[in-house]
Protein backbone atom coordinates (compact mmCIF):
# COMPACT_ATOMS: atom_id res chain seq x y z
CA UNK A 1 0.00 0.00 0.00
CA UNK A 2 2.74 2.54 1.26
CA UNK A 3 4.52 1.35 -2.04
CA UNK A 4 1.68 2.33 -4.22
CA UNK A 5 0.86 5.60 -2.83
CA UNK A 6 5.46 6.34 -3.35
CA UNK A 7 4.84 5.82 -6.63
CA UNK A 8 2.09 7.65 -7.47
CA UNK A 9 3.82 10.58 -5.60
CA UNK A 10 7.01 9.92 -7.69
CA UNK A 11 4.88 9.95 -11.12
CA UNK A 12 2.66 13.58 -9.66
CA UNK A 13 6.09 15.33 -8.09
CA UNK A 14 7.82 15.24 -12.02
CA UNK A 15 4.01 15.88 -13.72
CA UNK A 16 4.66 19.86 -14.32
CA UNK A 17 0.68 20.47 -15.04
CA UNK A 18 0.06 19.20 -11.38
CA UNK A 19 2.43 22.01 -10.05
CA UNK A 20 0.80 24.52 -12.24
CA UNK A 21 -2.34 23.82 -10.97
CA UNK A 22 -1.56 23.56 -7.70
CA UNK A 23 -0.33 27.31 -8.12
CA UNK A 24 -3.52 27.90 -9.88
CA UNK A 25 -5.56 26.93 -6.97
CA UNK A 26 -2.93 28.48 -4.38
CA UNK A 27 -4.15 31.44 -5.91
CA UNK A 28 -7.52 31.17 -6.85
CA UNK A 29 -8.25 30.44 -3.15
CA UNK A 30 -7.43 33.42 -1.57
CA UNK A 31 -8.47 35.33 -4.63
CA UNK A 32 -12.05 34.37 -4.68
CA UNK A 33 -12.14 34.94 -0.80
CA UNK A 34 -10.55 38.24 -1.26
CA UNK A 35 -13.07 39.22 -3.06
CA UNK A 36 -16.16 38.19 -0.77
CA UNK A 37 -14.18 40.05 1.71
CA UNK A 38 -13.99 43.17 -0.17
CA UNK A 39 -16.55 43.33 -0.57
CA UNK A 40 -18.06 42.65 2.95
CA UNK A 41 -15.90 45.77 3.77
CA UNK A 42 -17.21 47.60 1.41
CA UNK A 43 -20.58 46.82 2.44
CA UNK A 44 -19.87 47.51 6.06
CA UNK A 45 -17.09 50.40 6.31
CA UNK A 46 -18.17 53.75 7.28
CA UNK A 47 -20.58 55.46 9.13
CA UNK A 48 -23.27 55.52 7.21
CA UNK A 49 -26.72 54.06 8.71
CA UNK A 50 -26.46 51.35 5.73
CA UNK A 51 -23.28 50.30 6.88
CA UNK A 52 -23.81 49.73 10.53
CA UNK A 53 -27.07 47.77 9.70
CA UNK A 54 -25.12 45.95 6.86
CA UNK A 55 -22.54 44.93 9.64
CA UNK A 56 -25.09 44.11 12.22
CA UNK A 57 -26.83 41.73 9.61
CA UNK A 58 -23.46 40.43 8.56
CA UNK A 59 -21.22 39.78 11.77
CA UNK A 60 -17.67 39.09 10.00
CA UNK A 61 -18.43 36.37 8.21
CA UNK A 62 -14.11 35.85 7.82
CA UNK A 63 -13.09 35.98 11.20
CA UNK A 64 -13.41 32.56 13.54
CA UNK A 65 -14.94 30.72 13.41
CA UNK A 66 -17.16 31.41 10.77
CA UNK A 67 -13.93 31.50 8.63
CA UNK A 68 -14.00 27.91 8.05
CA UNK A 69 -17.20 27.87 6.85
CA UNK A 70 -17.58 31.06 4.68
CA UNK A 71 -13.74 29.93 2.80
CA UNK A 72 -14.87 26.70 2.53
CA UNK A 73 -18.20 27.65 0.58
CA UNK A 74 -16.53 30.64 -1.28
CA UNK A 75 -13.37 27.72 -2.69
CA UNK A 76 -15.76 25.13 -3.50
CA UNK A 77 -16.55 27.20 -6.53
CA UNK A 78 -13.42 26.00 -8.11
CA UNK A 79 -13.32 22.34 -7.39
CA UNK A 80 -13.06 22.44 -11.64
CA UNK A 81 -9.03 23.23 -11.74
CA UNK A 82 -8.68 20.58 -9.31
CA UNK A 83 -10.50 18.73 -11.68
CA UNK A 84 -8.81 18.91 -14.81
CA UNK A 85 -5.61 17.56 -13.15
CA UNK A 86 -7.31 14.72 -12.43
CA UNK A 87 -8.91 14.26 -16.25
CA UNK A 88 -5.18 15.09 -16.98
CA UNK A 89 -3.76 12.40 -14.69
CA UNK A 90 -6.29 9.27 -15.68
CA UNK A 91 -6.35 10.16 -19.25
CA UNK A 92 -2.15 10.25 -19.73
CA UNK A 93 -2.25 6.65 -18.18
CA UNK A 94 -4.40 5.59 -21.38
CA UNK A 95 -2.50 7.81 -24.13
CA UNK A 96 1.19 6.95 -22.65
CA UNK A 97 0.06 3.04 -21.91
CA UNK A 98 1.31 3.19 -18.82
CA UNK A 99 -1.56 1.54 -17.56
CA UNK A 100 -0.62 -1.77 -19.20
CA UNK A 101 3.21 -1.23 -18.83
CA UNK A 102 2.29 -1.24 -14.89
CA UNK A 103 0.37 -4.54 -15.18
CA UNK A 104 3.43 -5.79 -17.12
CA UNK A 105 5.55 -4.64 -14.18
CA UNK A 106 3.89 -6.88 -12.01
CA UNK A 107 0.76 -4.73 -10.58
CA UNK A 108 -2.76 -6.32 -10.55
CA UNK A 109 -5.68 -4.71 -11.74
CA UNK A 110 -7.11 -3.87 -8.66
CA UNK A 111 -3.76 -1.91 -7.64
CA UNK A 112 -3.89 0.04 -10.69
CA UNK A 113 -7.43 1.13 -9.34
CA UNK A 114 -5.96 1.99 -6.03
CA UNK A 115 -2.86 3.63 -6.98
CA UNK A 116 -5.40 5.81 -8.89
CA UNK A 117 -7.44 6.54 -6.09
CA UNK A 118 -4.52 7.24 -4.03
CA UNK A 119 -3.76 9.81 -6.88
CA UNK A 120 -7.66 11.58 -6.24
CA UNK A 121 -6.82 11.14 -2.30
CA UNK A 122 -3.37 13.39 -2.61
CA UNK A 123 -4.89 15.99 -4.91
CA UNK A 124 -8.15 16.28 -2.40
CA UNK A 125 -5.35 16.59 0.70
CA UNK A 126 -3.41 19.14 -0.66
CA UNK A 127 -5.94 21.38 -2.13
CA UNK A 128 -8.12 20.88 1.79
CA UNK A 129 -4.29 22.09 3.30
CA UNK A 130 -4.93 25.22 0.82
CA UNK A 131 -8.05 25.73 1.78
CA UNK A 132 -7.11 25.61 5.91
CA UNK A 133 -4.16 27.59 5.63
CA UNK A 134 -6.66 30.23 3.44
CA UNK A 135 -9.31 30.27 5.86
CA UNK A 136 -6.77 30.57 9.15
CA UNK A 137 -5.49 33.48 7.20
CA UNK A 138 -9.00 35.48 6.37
CA UNK A 139 -9.42 34.39 9.88
CA UNK A 140 -6.02 35.93 11.70
CA UNK A 141 -6.06 39.03 9.24
CA UNK A 142 -10.40 39.63 9.60
CA UNK A 143 -10.28 40.30 13.09
CA UNK A 144 -7.47 39.13 15.53
CA UNK A 145 -9.04 38.85 18.53
CA UNK A 146 -11.40 36.00 17.81
CA UNK A 147 -8.18 33.54 17.38
CA UNK A 148 -9.74 32.45 20.90
CA UNK A 149 -12.09 30.82 18.88
CA UNK A 150 -10.61 29.18 16.07
CA UNK A 151 -11.32 25.62 17.07
CA UNK A 152 -15.16 25.99 16.48
CA UNK A 153 -17.00 24.94 13.22
CA UNK A 154 -13.79 22.82 12.20
CA UNK A 155 -16.09 20.15 11.10
CA UNK A 156 -15.85 22.35 7.67
CA UNK A 157 -12.60 21.26 7.25
CA UNK A 158 -13.80 16.96 6.91
CA UNK A 159 -16.90 18.43 5.24
CA UNK A 160 -14.72 20.15 2.87
CA UNK A 161 -11.92 17.28 2.01
CA UNK A 162 -15.18 15.04 1.86
CA UNK A 163 -16.99 16.95 -0.93
CA UNK A 164 -13.67 17.61 -2.85
CA UNK A 165 -12.53 13.70 -2.53
CA UNK A 166 -16.52 13.01 -3.79
CA UNK A 167 -16.40 15.43 -6.44
CA UNK A 168 -12.94 14.55 -8.01
CA UNK A 169 -14.16 10.55 -7.87
CA UNK A 170 -16.90 11.47 -10.07
CA UNK A 171 -14.48 13.50 -12.52
CA UNK A 172 -11.95 10.72 -12.51
CA UNK A 173 -15.00 8.06 -13.38
CA UNK A 174 -15.54 10.25 -16.12
CA UNK A 175 -11.57 10.69 -17.26
CA UNK A 176 -11.56 6.68 -16.68
CA UNK A 177 -14.45 5.56 -18.79
CA UNK A 178 -13.60 8.28 -21.55
CA UNK A 179 -9.96 8.16 -21.84
CA UNK A 180 -10.09 11.03 -23.90
CA UNK A 181 -8.86 14.22 -22.25
CA UNK A 182 -10.35 17.12 -24.04
CA UNK A 183 -13.51 14.95 -24.45
CA UNK A 184 -13.82 14.13 -21.09
CA UNK A 185 -13.42 17.35 -20.00
CA UNK A 186 -16.03 19.11 -22.58
CA UNK A 187 -18.30 16.54 -21.13
CA UNK A 188 -17.43 17.67 -17.47
CA UNK A 189 -17.52 21.46 -18.00
CA UNK A 190 -20.52 21.26 -19.76
CA UNK A 191 -22.52 18.76 -17.32
CA UNK A 192 -20.91 20.59 -14.35
CA UNK A 193 -21.60 24.03 -14.86
CA UNK A 194 -24.73 23.78 -17.15
CA UNK A 195 -26.68 20.96 -17.00
CA UNK A 196 -26.39 19.83 -13.45
CA UNK A 197 -27.41 23.65 -12.00
CA UNK A 198 -30.46 23.89 -14.51
CA UNK A 199 -31.57 20.70 -12.98
CA UNK A 200 -30.55 21.44 -9.72
CA UNK A 201 -32.85 24.96 -9.68
CA UNK A 202 -35.74 23.65 -11.80
CA UNK A 203 -36.12 20.83 -9.36
CA UNK A 204 -35.79 23.10 -6.14
CA UNK A 205 -39.07 24.66 -7.61
CA UNK A 206 -40.90 22.18 -9.29
CA UNK A 207 -40.03 19.25 -8.07
CA UNK A 208 -39.42 19.16 -4.22
CA UNK A 209 -36.10 19.19 -4.29
CA UNK A 210 -35.09 16.15 -5.72
CA UNK A 211 -32.46 17.52 -7.56
CA UNK A 212 -30.35 17.27 -4.42
CA UNK A 213 -29.51 14.03 -5.08
CA UNK A 214 -27.95 14.49 -8.26
CA UNK A 215 -23.98 13.60 -8.68
CA UNK A 216 -22.16 17.03 -7.78
CA UNK A 217 -24.95 18.31 -5.54
CA UNK A 218 -25.09 15.75 -3.08
CA UNK A 219 -21.76 16.75 -1.70
CA UNK A 220 -22.22 20.33 -2.44
CA UNK A 221 -25.00 20.36 0.31
CA UNK A 222 -22.21 19.62 2.69
CA UNK A 223 -21.57 22.72 3.05
CA UNK A 224 -24.22 25.28 2.81
CA UNK A 225 -24.21 28.77 2.34
CA UNK A 226 -22.82 30.88 5.00
CA UNK A 227 -24.76 32.05 8.29
CA UNK A 228 -24.64 35.95 7.08
CA UNK A 229 -27.78 34.50 4.56
CA UNK A 230 -29.88 33.47 7.63
CA UNK A 231 -29.76 36.93 8.40
CA UNK A 232 -32.13 37.96 5.88
CA UNK A 233 -35.27 37.57 6.90
CA UNK A 234 -37.65 34.58 8.78
CA UNK A 235 -37.56 32.76 5.14
CA UNK A 236 -33.66 32.88 4.94
CA UNK A 237 -33.14 31.44 8.91
CA UNK A 238 -35.67 28.85 8.17
CA UNK A 239 -33.99 27.42 4.83
CA UNK A 240 -30.67 28.21 6.36
CA UNK A 241 -31.24 26.08 9.68
CA UNK A 242 -32.55 23.45 7.27
CA UNK A 243 -29.66 22.93 5.15
CA UNK A 244 -27.87 23.06 8.30
CA UNK A 245 -30.10 20.00 9.69
CA UNK A 246 -29.35 17.99 6.25
CA UNK A 247 -25.71 17.68 6.24
CA UNK A 248 -25.47 14.49 8.29
CA UNK A 249 -28.24 13.14 5.80
CA UNK A 250 -25.67 14.25 2.84
CA UNK A 251 -22.55 12.75 4.25
CA UNK A 252 -24.27 9.56 4.10
CA UNK A 253 -25.66 9.80 0.52
CA UNK A 254 -21.89 11.72 -0.42
CA UNK A 255 -20.39 8.22 1.44
CA UNK A 256 -22.56 6.14 -0.74
CA UNK A 257 -21.88 7.72 -3.87
CA UNK A 258 -18.25 7.40 -3.28
CA UNK A 259 -17.65 4.31 -2.91
CA UNK A 260 -20.34 3.59 -5.39
CA UNK A 261 -18.38 4.92 -8.11
CA UNK A 262 -14.80 3.14 -6.90
CA UNK A 263 -16.52 -0.19 -6.96
CA UNK A 264 -17.77 0.92 -10.15
CA UNK A 265 -14.03 1.21 -11.50
CA UNK A 266 -12.94 -1.81 -10.19
CA UNK A 267 -15.36 -4.03 -11.89
CA UNK A 268 -14.90 -2.41 -14.83
CA UNK A 269 -11.28 -2.48 -14.47
CA UNK A 270 -11.24 -5.93 -13.79
CA UNK A 271 -12.82 -7.19 -17.19
CA UNK A 272 -11.61 -4.36 -19.50
CA UNK A 273 -9.35 -5.22 -22.26
CA UNK A 274 -6.22 -3.77 -21.58
Not at 163 to 180: A, D, H, P, R, T
Not at 224 to 250: C, N, Q, V
Request: one cysteine or more; hydrophobic letters at 50%.
Amino acid sequence: MLALIKIEWLKIKKYPAFWWMLGIVALTYPGINSMSYYGYTKATSGKEIANNIAKMLLGNPFAFPETWHSVAYFSSFFILLPAILVIMLVTNEYTFRTHRQNVIDGWSRPQFITSKLFDVLIVSIIVTLVYILVAAGFGIYADSSSTGQWASQLQYIPLFLLQVFSQLSIVFLLGYLIKKAFIALGIFLFYYLIVENIAVAYAQFKLKDIGRFLPFEISDRLIPRPAFFSRFGKDAKTSYDHALGLIPEHVIYTLILTTGIWLICYQVHKRRDL
